[in-house]
């Protein structure tokens, strides 16, 4: 078998997520589709990251073993070919070791999380940004997200159906920044628990709109209870953007 590194990009709003399951299409399931349509074999595809229902990549990895040596340009284009009209696309296509590993092997995360901060309802970007009608303080958001920065325990902002063994995680990066009407949030850190990322930007929203001071992030933290902390923002606003190995 040849393992080849995917590095893939899809619009995630007709899927109920990266995993395969029962409810519904799922983007794991459509890429074994067309891997299947092109080498005949049933191959299982390995991500970097689950994104769930409704959330999009412009950087999702995942790895597949192919039962034969073919060029790159051959797997992507091929994959593409069986792939379209899905909103899926095949970015790149590497040969790797038999040791990387999409999942175990990345050492840093990052995703992006975009807000459209106006009255008007979102027209191109429906699908693809949180709308937040009421006026947002970046200043304050940005104060909010100085106070997650760091090794703390994330309980208040994990799911409840979150299986990892440990609330506990680093976030490298947190900031929030303004660009005429939208607020990008982007985070990074080696891994995330599941929906954490959305957490923490229904969090930072509620700063933004003076709900809660910065200052109170801390409090919300040390109560390691999801009620202290902000809704969960919508899946449409975010984005697995880059996924780093050594």
């Not at 303004?178 to 923490?200: C, E, K």
């Not at 930007?201 to 509620?206: A, D, E, H, S």
């Amino acid at each position: 078998m040849y393992r080849y590194k995917l590095t893939i990009e899809y619009e995630g709003t007709d899927y109920v997520g990266w995993q395969q399951q029962d409810n519904g299409s799922s983007v794991q399931g459509a890429l074994q589709a067309a891997i299947l349509n092109f080498t005949g074999t049933e191959i299982v595809c390995i991500g970097a990251g689950r994104t769930d229902a409704g959330v999009h990549a412009l950087g999702q990895v995942a790895h597949i073993d192919l039962p034969r040596l073919y060029p790159t340009a051959t797997v992507r284009d091929a994959l593409n070919s069986h792939l379209h009209p899905a909103p899926i696309g095949i970015l790149n296509v590497e040969r790797v070791a038999e040791t990387f590993h999409a999942r175990f092997s990345a050492t840093k995360r990052s995703y992006r999380y975009v807000i459209v901060n106006r009255r008007t309802p979102l027209t191109i970007e429906r699908g693809r940004a949180w709308l937040v009608n009421q006026p947002l303080d970046e200043v304050a958001m940005s104060a909010a997200c100085n106070h997650l920065v760091g090794n703390h325990d994330f309980t208040s902002f994990r799911a409840a159906e979150c299986q990892a063994k440990s609330a506990i995680k680093t976030l490298d990066r947190l900031c929030s920044i303004r660009t005429g009407d939208q607020l990008t949030v982007t985070a990074r850190a080696r891994s995330f628990l599941h929906r954490q990322v959305r957490n923490i930007v229904g969090t930072l929203v509620m700063a933004g709109q003076g709900k809660i001071l910065p200052d109170y992030v801390p409090t919300i933290l040390a109560a390691r209870n999801r009620s202290t902390a902000g809704p969960c923002a919508p899946p449409d606003g975010l984005y697995l953007t880059t996924v780093e190995y050594d």
